[in-house]
């Protein structure tokens, strides 16, 4: 069974550039989760999906930040323009809603912006 | 508001030694915890969790946490340290109590273990 699923595993770009992240959550699941880790602030949640609904999104840093979930099985993070202090590992995570609140992780998305 | 502590940025072992990381947490309503590691350019990985049933939980690679409501602790132990243990330790709560929203995490505990 394949995990969550998130592309590109790293992306370098210079600042100013859109920066767009994917996710495919697990099959079945009902709920995805944006993480940002940096060694600053550990691990932060930036917003979060039910059903592909957002349900808080109070976790994201300004206006430069977007994300969508289309469908059950895809969502993205966006980042428009981008900042050198955007540099972060971007994680996200799915469960289901109704399950034990375990989270299951993607391998992350290593963002530099220069 | 839920929130998780973990005492010690970073911890150092000896291969074969007792592997104590802890987590003190606060919540306003029953919590379920949970435990999570991450290796290296990894995701992370849930070790064990707690959802309200018995108070010792056993995870995966020999690791437990014993829930203890009276100290709000769930300190991660294991009986004897390897040297594919080392990695960062990462507790958390979830956010609304019960398994519902996201999870609050701890800032990590690195766990080196000296051979």
């Known amino acids: 069974d394949a995990g969550v699923i998130q592309s590109p595993r790293h992306e370098v770009t210079e600042m100013g550039q859109e920066v767009t992240l994917r996710c495919k959550p697990i099959s079945g699941h009902n709920s995805l989760f944006w993480y940002r880790q940096t060694m600053m602030r550990g691990l932060e949640l930036l917003i979060y999906f039910n059903n592909n609904v957002p349900i808080d999104d109070s976790g994201m840093p300004e206006d430069r930040f977007s994300a969508k979930m289309p469908n059950a099985s895809f969502s993205t993070l966006k980042i428009q323009p981008s900042e050198p202090r955007d540099s972060a590992v971007y994680f996200c995570?799915?469960?289901?809603?109704?399950?034990?609140?375990?989270?299951?992780f993607g391998p992350g998305t290593r963002l530099t912006v220069l | 508001a839920q929130s998780v502590t973990q005492l010690g940025s970073h911890v150092s072992v000896s291969e074969g030694a007792l592997v104590l990381l802890r987590c003190n947490y606060s919540?306003?309503?029953?919590?379920?915890l949970f435990w999570y590691v991450q290796y290296p350019n990894q995701g992370l990985q849930l070790l064990l969790k707690?959802?309200?049933?018995?108070?010792l939980v056993k995870g995966i690679n020999g690791f437990e946490a014993e829930f203890k409501k009276s100290e709000t602790s769930f300190h991660l132990t294991k009986p004897s340290a390897h040297m594919s243990d080392a990695a960062e330790y990462f507790c958390?709560?979830?956010?609304?109590?019960?398994?519902?929203?996201?999870?609050?995490f701890g800032k990590g505990t690195k766990l080196s273990v000296k051979p």
């Open positions: 919540s306003s309503v029953p919590p379920y």
């Open positions: 958390a709560v979830t956010a609304y109590g019960g398994s519902q929203g996201n999870l609050i």
């Open positions: 707690y959802t309200s049933a018995a108070t």
């Open positions: 995570a799915s469960n289901f809603l109704s399950g034990s609140g375990e989270q299951f």
